[in-house]
């Protein structure tokens, strides 16, 4: 053969590998020959043919059970093969719907610990934080902002509000609407219905444009850790959590312990 | 005789060689692509004797009466910024078939007991002396399930609480197999791992006499960082004597009690 004869074919094979390749890339190219989800590729080996079945969704692992038996079945044009392939999925289908109920509680007891070791990070470790009524002789620092609510001027710093109480500045519990530009390191955010909140020892913060507020939490707001200072009481003989002004009940969600907002 | 002389390679391409060539080339980009072809190839399969040693150690565990065991656990969480923090933790469980447990896990992040008398599970946070009360069913089996439906979580390794475990052990595994031997805790072991959907998991079962569960851990994947929960057993007891007392709950002094929120579906 010549060379320019090789070099032809060669060609002529790559352009159709390639189309060949883009049916992989596109299933509507990929279906022509059968149905829309399917590409039937010849393999090496006389008369022996695979099915390769594309899908969308490679999660679903009840198709790809499907397609692991679909490879399998090599040389289908025996009517054996089809009738002993179809006895395994009827039986397949019998072991999975004994094995459903089984099964779904087993991976939901994984996906519970790892819920739970999530859910389980309680006051975030090593970010600054001062508790109401600690008191310093010196102003919180160069990176503090003054804020002013209701009348008062504080001290804003990390996520920590401060009064200039006679020669010394002392913590307080966050004055409900008093804006900040930044919120603290080791915020957490809490999805509410209402948008999102976000809470830090006992402040709990929202949006205000591109800058956040203090807020009175609804009721119905979880937090997963309460601040050093709280104080317990008992209402009608129910137990609950007292932070400034904000009551929490104790609650398990998911097996954690939770403070849940509650109205004083 | 001509087509003696030509190298493999540059035989004309009759039709199926080009159809092999398109084969090659659409496999080659779509493994490029990243598309699951390679999945393809992939075939469930369990080595029956990894697959035996399992169903072994656990029918020991669910045909027990009672059984009791220690295990140190650590359990992964991966935080926003991406680092990975594991939390050690020590679980002791107590087992009477079919109406009652007993567990205590002291962790880094709490310390916690729960009992079970057949008639109510109760939850208690050591650490905040917090506790909740829940009618539960007459059977753990049936408890655990409804927890998971009710409460949203079940005790700490639950699944060995179960009488059928060695019968689903393996629902949905893909693949099994034996990956030799190891030393857990100076006994030797066999090492199995599984592949699941969702975790891959591994089990240490010890060797020579009874075979008992020495280590698990299961990987989680799909979830970013692919956590682990690990749990490495100790002090087996299958003849423990247990009263029933250690199954009921007495609050301690000063115990707050609350309630458990029920998922609403």
């Not at chain 2, 205590?104 to 709490?110: A, C, I, L």
């Not at chain 2, 060695?166 to 805790?185: E, N, P, Y």
Request: hydrophobic share 40%.
């Amino acid at each position: 053969m010549s060379g320019t004869r090789v070099l032809r074919r060669s060609l002529i094979a790559i352009a159709g590998a390639g189309l060949a390749g883009l049916t992989f890339l596109i299933p509507g190219v990929a279906c022509a020959e059968n149905d829309s989800r399917t590409t039937i590729v010849e393999t090496r080996g006389k008369d022996r043919t695979t099915t390769v079945i594309t899908h969308d969704d490679w999660d679903d692992w009840d198709d790809y059970n499907r397609t692991i038996l679909q490879m399998q079945r090599e040389s289908i044009s025996s009517q054996e093969e089809q009738a002993r392939e179809a006895g395994r999925l009827r039986r397949r289908d019998e072991i999975e719907q004994s094995q459903e109920k089984s099964s779904a509680e087993h991976e939901a007891y994984f996906d519970a610990i790892l819920e739970d070791s999530q859910a389980a990070l309680k006051a975030p470790q090593g970010v600054y934080y001062r508790k109401p009524g600690y008191s310093a002789a010196e102003d919180p620092g160069s990176g503090a902002r003054t804020v002013e609510v209701g009348g008062f001027t504080y001290r804003y710093d990390q996520g920590v509000f401060w009064l200039h109480q006679g020669s010394s500045f002392t913590v307080v519990t966050a004055p409900v609407g008093a804006t900040v530009d930044k919120l603290p390191q080791g915020v957490t955010r809490i999805v509410s219905g209402t948008g999102p909140v976000w809470y830090f020892f006992g402040t709990f913060f929202g949006e205000k444009g591109s800058a956040y507020e203090v807020i009175k939490p609804a009721a119905g707001l979880t937090v997963f850790y309460l601040p050093d200072g709280y104080s317990q009481e008992k209402v009608k003989g129910v137990a609950r959590y007292r932070f400034g002004d904000i009551f929490f009940k104790p609650i398990f969600i998911q097996g954690i312990l939770a403070y849940q907002v509650v109205e004083p | 005789m001509e087509g003696r002389w030509y190298p493999e390679e540059e035989k004309p391409m009759s039709r199926r060689g080009m159809t092999h060539a398109l084969v090659a080339f659409g496999l080659a980009l779509a493994f490029a692509t990243g598309l699951p072809v390679a999945r393809a190839e992939e075939k469930p399969s369990i080595e029956p004797e990894a697959a035996l040693l399992l169903k072994t150690t656990l029918e020991r565990i669910g045909g027990a009466k009672s059984f009791t065991f220690r295990a140190e656990v650590a359990d992964d969480t991966t935080l926003p910024s991406g680092q990975k923090i594991q939390f050690a933790g020590t679980l002791e469980v107590a087992v009477r078939r079919p109406n009652g447990f007993w567990n205590k896990f002291e962790g880094e992040q709490r310390t916690a007991r729960s009992w079970y008398d057949g008639k109510t599970f109760t939850l208690l946070n050591d650490g905040k002396n917090v506790y909740a009360c829940w009618p539960a069913p007459e059977r753990i089996d049936d408890l655990l399930g409804v927890m998971r439906e009710k409460l949203g979580f079940t005790p700490p390794l639950a699944r060995l609480l179960r009488d059928n475990l060695a019968a689903t052990a393996l629902a949905k595994v893909t693949s099994g197999f034996i990956v030799g031997r190891g030393v857990i805790g100076g006994t030797p072991c066999r090492h199995l791992a599984f592949r699941g959907e969702k975790t891959d998991w591994q089990v240490w079962v010890s060797e020579g006499g009874e075979p008992v569960i020495k280590r698990i851990v299961i990987t989680y994947k799909l979830e970013p960082a692919a956590p682990q929960y690990a749990a490495t057993f100790s002090s087996w007891d299958f003849e423990p004597r247990l009263s029933d007392a250690a199954f009921v709950f007495t609050p301690p002094q000063g115990a707050v009690q609350c309630e458990f929120e029920e998922i609403s579906r």
